[in-house]
Antibody
Framework: QVQLVESGGGLVKPGGSLRLSCAASGFTFSDYYMSWIRQAPGKGLEWVSYISSSSSYTNYADSVKGRFTISRDNAKNSLYLQMNSLRAEDTAVYYC??????????????WGQGTLVTVSS | DIQMTQSPSTLSASVGDRVTITCRASQSISSWLAWYQQKPGKAPKLLIYKASSLESGVPSRFSGSGSGTEFTLTISSLQPDDFATYYCQQCTPRLTFGGGTKVEIK
């Protein structure tokens, strides 16, 4: 069955860096666009970034552009999010999600359980 | 970026009620819209894609309609398991989510 398992979250000081990982299994990872989506405590969903199946195309929300970098390793069935220059407003649960086949920009049919990133001094 | 506005933000309803949630886009998105259900502490679950297509395994009491800028999610007969928060999402290259509608027990 399809599984997405995030890791790498934790407590980091403002200005610090963190790298999130998402391990995928149960499907042909290299066939799908993948995204990171976040949810601040008590708030709604915010798309962060997506990457095409072959890594040839990426896109970012304005709120993270220039600070976050999405990447993937299809040989390792893994998705990554490098987060630099972290701010308090980046505090959120970060989900990795698979875009439904034929839907590069969502709809997201599988999600991980999420990993919490807390940016605080 | 395209803004997605959901209404209402909170909805109080009883088991068996017909419930309708509206999502409006700031510009036309054709039928590129998805709906999700989220329960506390859990990841969202895809309900509807392409505005009206029911995701596999989702009960038929859920339905979606609309195109262009106005969309609705309808639950024909609210069940206890349906009390949750619902989000719309436009599926264009600069994708965005609506602010959410919390369906609570009346």
């Amino acid at each position: 069955q399809v599984q997405l398992v995030e890791s790498g979250g934790g407590l980091v000081k403002p200005g610090g860096s963190l790298r999130l990982s998402c391990a995928a299994s149960g499907f042909t990872f290299s066939d799908y666009y993948m995204s990171w989506i976040r949810q601040a405590p008590g708030k709604g969903l915010e798309w962060v970034s997506y990457i095409s199946s072959s890594s040839s195309y990426t896109n970012y929300a304005d709120s993270v552009k220039g600070r976050f970098t999405i990447s993937r390793d299809n040989a390792k069935n893994s998705l990554y999010l490098q987060m630099n220059s972290l701010r308090a407003e980046d505090t959120a649960v970060y989900y990795c999600a698979r875009a439904r086949r034929g839907y590069s920009y969502g709809a997201f049919d599988y999600w991980g359980q999420g990993t919490l990133v807390t940016v605080s001094s | 970026d395209i803004q997605m506005t959901q209404s209402p933000s909170t909805l109080s309803a009883s088991v068996g009620d017909r419930v309708t949630i509206t999502c409006r886009a700031s510009q036309s998105i054709s039928s590129w819209l998805a709906w999700y259900q989220q329960k506390p502490g859990k990841a969202p679950k895809l309900l509807i894609y392409k505005a009206s297509s029911l995701e596999s395994g989702v009960p038929s009491r859920f339905s979606g309609s609309g195109s262009g800028t106005e969309f609705t999610l309808t639950i024909s007969s609210l069940q206890p398991d349906d009390f949750a928060t619902y989000y719309c999402q436009q599926c264009t290259p600069r994708l965005t989510f609506g602010g959410g509608t919390k369906v609570e027990i009346k």
